[in-house]
């Protein structure tokens, strides 16, 4: 069991960078592969980036392509997502999450263990 504790929300004008953080409790990190989703009011939680076990293989949604970059740091059981050029379209609650595979996985379904998520807010 893994438990994910999201933090770096917050407002930022668009055009802005903001960076999020995923911290995991236990010693097991390195066995979940991690993902990033966002939800904005009144749409359903959508699929931003996902990194493999090992860090090197990252799957990124469309809008995220170009502007987000998913990273992770083993011995440090964090996660992060890098996001710059942010748009006012961005603006959701981001949650943290983690599988047990190592399978690309982009539907929420796949993913057993969630953050409480952070919100970000981006203005024009």
């Known amino acids: 069991q893994v438990q994910l504790v999201e933090s770096g929300g917050g407002l930022a004008q668009a055009g802005d960078s903001l960076r999020l953080s995923c911290a995991a409790s236990?010693?097991?990190?390195?066995?979940?592969?991690m993902a990033w989703f966002r939800q904005a009011p009144g749409k359903e939680r959508e699929f931003v980036a996902r990194?493999?076990?090992?860090?090197?293989?990252?799957v990124y949604a469309d809008p995220a392509k170009g502007r987000f970059t998913i990273s992770r740091d083993n011995a440090k059981n964090t996660v992060s997502l890098q996001m710059n050029s942010l748009k006012p379209e961005d603006t959701a609650v981001y949650y943290c999450a983690a599988s047990y595979s190592d399978y690309v996985a982009i539907r929420d379904t796949s993913y057993a263990y969630w953050g409480q998520g952070t919100q970000v807010t981006v203005s024009s």
């Open positions: 990194i493999s076990r090992s860090g090197d293989n990252a």
């Open positions: 236990g010693r097991t990190f390195s066995t979940y592969s």
